[in-house]
């Protein structure tokens, strides 16, 4: 091929970002292509829409398909240098003097044709070593989406695992306050199972922290390993052809071995969970504040989910003409046809075994302005359920705040204290605290809402 239309090719197949020759290229909404690797790598911790490194303009990070024909350029500019390689004297066969363009999978040499029908190698088997060292190529390429897609899973497991360090303290500190004030109420405080009550709770809570510091070490180490041999894999991956195929069968192996048992065991975050006691009396106290709650005929379909790392929360309507409720679905939005204004008062919700749910009140000027991030809008105080995977997790509202207690089964109550400017929820079949959004400011009048997204 004439040199100059290979140097055009050579500079069109080059990552801007490593100056290398493609590996499983992909191209960006505005034109421009990268390795996926590079991509990944250099991308990994920036926001949803980044910018292209080459044009300066905004895309968006998502699930980018293999340019074929790019990838397909790559190799003819590898095949041309493999031959201009193996072109030079000193790679002749010395024995036939002919090019050695056959690449032994056994011993792992290079031979020319006549040395590989000889009886030495003869029962070996043989690639054209430019089809040899795509196919070694092509299967290091499959090996790293899998190590990439493992050590994913396991950043977002330390960043989870983080997440829930860094918000501990805090969370202890507002659970130990609402016992407190939940005792302060009782007609007769039973001042030794208050005490029991904080005591275990100061343990549990200690004991988890250990935990999560033992289970974050772990998790940093397996994820920097994850990503230093994705990178190792990277580089040998853009080695030239005739490099690549003389990585040894030990080093390689060694490799392979460890993805794939690296694969099988990621490190997975500990989930928190504290004992939630019963508190004697509670229900029955409650009870006297009881009343019944009459849901709006109207309901409007929405989701009930949470945004990354589980930092906001989404509890909504859909926009106008959304086709969500299916046969196999009941996703409804419904409020209390009560409002209330000043008082207390208590109602039951019976969730049975479900989720991806929440309940509580929200202020009169919300359901006017619904369809917004809970973190984003203040008046809705609610206690939500969602299920991620195999596992289920509790949450509150204004502030957002992830529980860390045992699921409620059954029925949950609801206590609104107005003047207080509490909202309480109470697992009814334990008769014990939940939570309680405590210092909320009601204005002017708050309803009863259910939100439900069981699919």
């Not at 690549?244 to 500990?270: K, N």
């Not at 609104?416 to 697992?427: H, Q, R, T």
Request: with cysteine.
């Amino acid at each position: 091929m004439d040199s100059r239309i290979m140097q055009a090719f050579q500079k069109e197949i080059t990552c801007p970002l490593c100056m290398k020759c493609f590996i499983d290229p992909v191209t960006l909404a505005c034109g421009h292509s990268f390795c996926r690797p590079c991509v990944y790598l250099g991308w990994h911790d920036l926001p949803d829409h980044v910018t292209c490194s080459e044009c300066k303009q905004m895309v968006q990070k998502r699930n980018f398909k293999t340019n074929i024909c790019m990838k397909k350029l790559a190799a003819i500019v590898r095949k041309n240098s493999l031959w201009q390689f193996l072109s030079f004297e000193e790679h002749m066969c010395g024995a036939h003097k002919e090019m050695k363009k056959i690449f032994c999978e056994e011993d792992k040499n290079f031979l020319c044709l006549l040395c590989s029908k000889s009886q030495e190698h003869e029962a070996h088997k043989h690639w054209p070593i430019e089809l040899a060292a795509e196919e070694h190529r092509e299967n290091m390429v499959k090996k790293m989406k899998c190590l990439w897609d493992k050590y994913c899973e396991s950043y977002r497991n330390l960043t989870m695992e983080m997440l829930i360090m860094g918000s501990w303290e805090n969370y202890i500190n507002l659970r130990r306050e609402a016992i407190r004030v939940e005792y302060g109420k009782m007609p007769a405080t039973d001042y030794e199972e208050e005490k029991h009550h904080l005591e275990r709770l100061q343990k549990e809570s200690k004991d988890i922290f250990e935990q999560l510091k033992e289970s974050k070490t772990r998790m940093a180490h397996m994820t920097e390993m994850l990503r230093g041999i994705y990178e190792e894999v990277k580089e040998i991956c853009h080695r030239p052809d005739v490099e690549l195929l003389q990585v040894t069968t030990d080093t390689w192996g060694f490799r392979t071995s460890m993805i794939e048992s690296m694969q099988l065991y990621i490190v997975q975050p500990v989930n928190p969970e504290l004992s939630t006691g019963p508190i004697t009396g509670l229900i029955d106290r409650l009870n006297s504040f009881r009343v019944d709650i009459t849901l709006c005929r109207k309901r409007a379909n929405c989701h009930v989910f949470l945004y990354g790392e589980l930092r906001s929360v989404n509890v909504g309507c859909d926009p106008p003409g959304a086709s969500l409720v299916t046969p196999t679905s009941e996703c409804f939005l419904a409020w209390g046809t009560q409002t209330f204004a000043t008082g207390r008062y208590y109602w039951e919700v019976e969730v049975g075994d479900s989720w991806n749910w929440a309940l509580g009140v929200c202020n009169d000027y919300w359901k006017k302005n619904r369809n917004y991030k809970t973190d984003e809008v203040e008046g809705l105080f609610l206690l939500g359920c969602v299920k991620e995977g195999s596992h289920c997790t509790l949450f509150t509202t204004c502030p957002l705040v992830l529980q860390y207690v045992p699921r409620p089964i059954g029925r949950i109550g609801v206590f609104l204290d107005y003047e207080g400017g509490a909202v309480s929820f109470i697992n009814v079949a334990q008769s014990s605290l939940i939570h309680s959004i405590l210092s909320c400011s009601f204005s002017p009048h708050v309803n009863p809402v259910f939100c439900c997204s069981h699919i």
